[in-house]
């Protein structure tokens, strides 16, 4: 069974950075490509950012692309989320999956192991 543990939500203001961190309980998690969604209350999920298995090639959806910055450990079985010039529209909960098909990653029903998420509001 795979565990995944979203970590490093919290309350900030408009222009700050914020780290987000994704923990996953598997021996394989190289093997895996993984990904950062959100969902703001009343919206659907909307994919963030995606990263490869080996952390060499990455992509970002239109919203954060130039402010967001995805990135791994393997070593540590970890994927981050850098977040920086924060905007109360990224207000919401920061979801991270784990998908076997890196051309699937825009998809969050192609995901086969997702965290509980985190809460991010930004204030204005």
């Known amino acids: 069974q795979v565990q995944v543990v979203e970590s490093g939500g919290g309350l900030v203001q408009a222009g700050d950075s914020l780290r987000l961190s994704c923990a996953a309980s598997?021996?394989?998690?190289?093997?895996?490509?993984m990904g950062w969604f959100r969902q703001a209350p009343g919206k659907e999920r909307e994919f963030v950012a995606a990263i490869n298995n080996t952390g060499d090639t990455t992509y970002y959806g239109d919203s954060v692309k130039g402010r967001f910055t995805i990135s791994r450990n393997n070593a540590k079985n970890t994927v981050y989320l850098q977040m920086n010039s924060l905007k109360p529209e990224d207000t919401a909960v920061y979801y991270c999956?784990?998908?076997?098909?890196?051309?699937?990653?825009?998809?969050?029903?192609?995901?086969?192991?997702w965290g509980q998420g985190t809460q991010v509001t930004v204030s204005s």
């Open positions: 999956g784990a998908a076997t098909r890196w051309a699937a990653t825009r998809r969050w029903n192609e995901y086969a192991y």
């Open positions: 598997v021996r394989t998690f190289s093997s895996f490509h």
